[in-house]
Nanobody, 120 residues
Framework: QVQLVESGGGLVQPGGSLRLSCAVSGRTFSSYAMGWFRQAPGKEREFVAA???????TYADSVKGRFTISRDNPKNAVFLQITSLKPEDTAVYYC??????????????WGQGTQVTVSS
């Protein structure tokens, strides 16, 4: 059974930064794509960023240039560095494991989420 546990969320002022972490159980972490999604109050969950097994990265247009996804395969972890935060970035952020090594395969396991609130 795969488990994903996010951490690093919190309350931050506009323009601030956060680093979200996701710890993943399982022996074949490096073989799968990983992603981050978010869900704001009253809205559907949306894609934020993903990284495949080669390290190729994909981003939503709304976060390009501000968010950076990375992975540490020996530590079974994936990260989301968030900078220049805006109030509209406020959401619960979820880590997700890919079904395959590529992002196009979709995602099959999800964490419980970590809250990010951007407010002055």
């Amino acid at each position: 059974q795969v488990q994903l546990v996010e951490s690093g969320g919190g309350l931050v002022q506009p323009g601030g930064s956060l680093r979200l972490s996701c710890a993943v159980s399982g022996r074949t972490f490096s073989s799968y794509a990983m992603g981050w999604f978010r869900q704001a109050p009253g809205k559907e969950r949306e894609f934020v960023a993903a990284i495949d097994w080669t390290g190729f990265r994909t981003y939503a247009d709304s976060v390009k240039g501000r968010f950076t996804i990375s992975r540490d395969n020996p530590k079974n972890a994936v990260f989301l560095q968030i900078t220049s935060l805006k109030p509209e970035d406020t959401a619960v952020y979820y880590c997700a494991k890919g079904r395959t090594e590529y992002v196009s395969g979709g995602f099959d396991y999800w964490g419980q989420g970590t809250q990010v609130t951007v407010s002055s």
